[in-house]
């Protein structure tokens, strides 16, 4: 799908299938998004990639995840988005439209209330340091992998490779005992590669997100083991063992989502 495959106003619906809007949120064109979920079935739909400062400029990631760019920079990104018509004017010329693409990551993104947010250490040049996990009722996800250049690379996929993908990403080993003494700030800052994946639940107010319960897995590959660490029930600033009862990584991350 193109720049003039799909528009998306900025003032939209409760029901994010509908033409119809309420302030704040987007308006998707109706069919836009069953039509989209039909395709994904099929095989993964990219849906391009952009700086943080244009994702913001059209409330395409949710807000508390990532600091505001400033003013300055959004206005270079508006112009940017513009110049390439996925930002133009309405035709009442009161709203803008999100085209393209870009205009089907906002609409993706408004329908969600949860985020997976990874990030991982021991990366490679040229690998995603960040991934982002946007459920969709569907059955897929809304998938955004981040460089360290800070690109943003969006594309929808269905939920089992998604999962498959991640698994692959994050650290790996054989799970080591959950033992209680033992001394985690070692374990982390000597492993090879560690990553902290956080699920938070969200409320939203037109596009305005507000971030709600959240749970905490840490994973840690050093001599070839995993561990994995949650956060002290006593004190969430401190990580100890996670007995994880015979489950794997992929099935802890999934009840997580649920």
């Known amino acids: 799908m193109g720049a003039s495959g799909a528009d998306v106003s900025d003032a939209a619906a409760g029901d994010p299938t509908s033409p119809q809007s309420s302030p704040g949120e987007a308006a998707v064109p109706e069919g836009l998004v069953s039509a989209v979920v039909e395709l994904v079935h099929t095989g993964p739909v990219m849906l391009g990639a952009y700086t943080l400062a244009e994702l913001t400029a059209v409330d395409a990631i949710v807000d508390f995840l990532e600091a505001r760019p400033s003013d300055e920079v959004l206005a270079e990104a508006v112009r940017s988005l513009s110049a390439r018509q996925l930002l133009v004017t309405g035709g009442d010329g009161r709203q803008v439209q999100v085209r393209g693409d870009l205009g089907i990551a906002v609409a993706f993104q408004q329908r969600a209330r949860m985020v997976l947010d990874a990030r991982a250490t021991g990366t490679a040049p040229g690998e995603p340091w960040r991934t982002l996990l946007i459920p969709q009722p569907e059955n897929i996800f809304l998938v955004v992998r ?108 999934t009840d997580l989502l649920t």
């Open 146 to 253: 981040i460089d360290a250049l800070g690109v943003h690379e969006l594309g929808l996929f269905q939920a089992d490779k998604t999962f498959d993908d991640l698994i692959d990403w994050l650290p790996k080993g054989d799970l080591a005992d959950a033992e209680a003494h033992e001394d985690t700030t070692a374990v982390l800052s000597s492993s090879s590669r560690a990553a902290l994946v956080t699920v938070t639940k969200y409320t939203a107010e037109g596009s305005a997100e507000t971030a709600g319960s959240s749970s905490d897995l840490v994973l840690a590959r050093h001599d070839d083991q995993l561990h994995v660490y949650g956060r002290s029930p006593d004190n969430p600033a401190t990580l100890i063992p996670r007995q994880m009862d015979g489950k794997s990584v992929r099935d802890t991350l």
